[in-house]
């Protein structure tokens, strides 16, 4: 491969790296609607080991299939028609990306965001090639191996970093959304909250009193049902059962799902990845 295919292949791995790390950051700085982390530590190393190679091949790919097929329609274009090199390194993708957009429009993807994608990716790749060539012209040899990857991977750390950084900004700030629990008054929570997958159900009296079937809880062994009544208490997005007996240990549920579709949960086992239990609001009679 030519020299300025090689760091064409590189920046387009590179960009697809950096876009990845700023996925990663915020799916880190995540958890799902029930309190857990939206990743697991086998997931993370898989990223770590196979990502790398990955990114190359789907750089090589590109490679292949965009950036020098635009550049040379490009080339071709400024020597048979009116219009600056430049001029035609910028539209030969536009065309190009809307070729490759309508055949996976025609999958079923959406046109004009794959076409914005696929037109945005050949950006720094075709900007890379034409600052090669140049550079190549006033030595009048062409670049090594070496000296490739010496250009092109520090800058690429440096293109990583910040868009991490940047997305963790974009996080912390609330600029990228998180996910919010409805946060219901007490008068809402009160009525019928019940298991889609089961028998389980609760009902929430006005007067805090509380009925209670097949209510799970984390036993020291196994699962257990309870049925009883008892009370309840709503404080800090979440609510605690006092019930009798000691065989009804169900302690505190989370207020979670959406305001349209309110949920209690609760996680048994694992915090991280856990076994969780919901009840929805049922609609009142």
């Not at 994608?117 to 030595?139: D, H, M, N, W, Y």
Request: glycine share 12%.
């Amino acid at each position: 491969m030519a020299p300025e295919g090689t760091a064409a292949m590189l920046v387009c791995a590179v960009q697809l790296g950096a876009a990845l790390a700023g996925w990663l950051v915020v799916q880190l700085g995540r958890t799902d609607e029930y309190g857990r982390p939206p990743y697991a530590p086998l997931g993370l190393l898989c990223v770590c080991v196979f990502g790398p190679p990955l990114l190359l091949f789907l750089g090589a790919v590109h490679t292949a299939l965009m950036t020098m097929p635009s550049d040379l329609v490009a080339q071709a274009l400024a020597r048979r028609a009116k219009g600056a090199l430049w001029q035609w390194r910028c539209a030969a993708p536009v065309v190009i990306g809307a070729a490759y957009a309508a055949a996976l429009a025609a999958a079923g993807a959406p046109f004009l965001s794959c076409w914005a994608a696929i037109t945005a990716s050949a950006a720094l790749p075709l900007l890379c090639v034409a600052r090669f060539r140049r550079g190549e012209e006033r030595r009048g040899r062409p670049y090594s191996l070496g000296e490739v990857l010496f250009r092109v991977l520090p800058a690429g750390l440096l293109l990583t970093v910040a868009v991490a950084v940047a997305c963790g900004g974009a996080l912390h700030t609330g600029v990228i959304g998180d996910y919010a629990p409805p946060r219901p008054s007490k008068e809402a929570m009160a009525g019928v909250w019940a298991s889609e997958d089961g028998p389980a159900e609760v009902v929430l009296r006005a007067d805090g009193g509380a009925v209670l079937t097949a209510m799970p809880y984390d036993g020291w062994e196994r699962e257990g049902r309870c049925d009883g009544t008892g009370t309840w208490s709503y404080a800090a997005g979440a609510v605690e059962f006092d019930v009798a007996g000691e065989d009804c240990q169900v302690g505190a549920w989370t207020v979670g799902g959406t305001a349209e579709r309110p949920e209690l949960y609760v996680l048994f086992g694992d915090p991280d990845a856990g076994d969780v239990r919901i009840l929805v609001q049922q609609a009142a009679p």
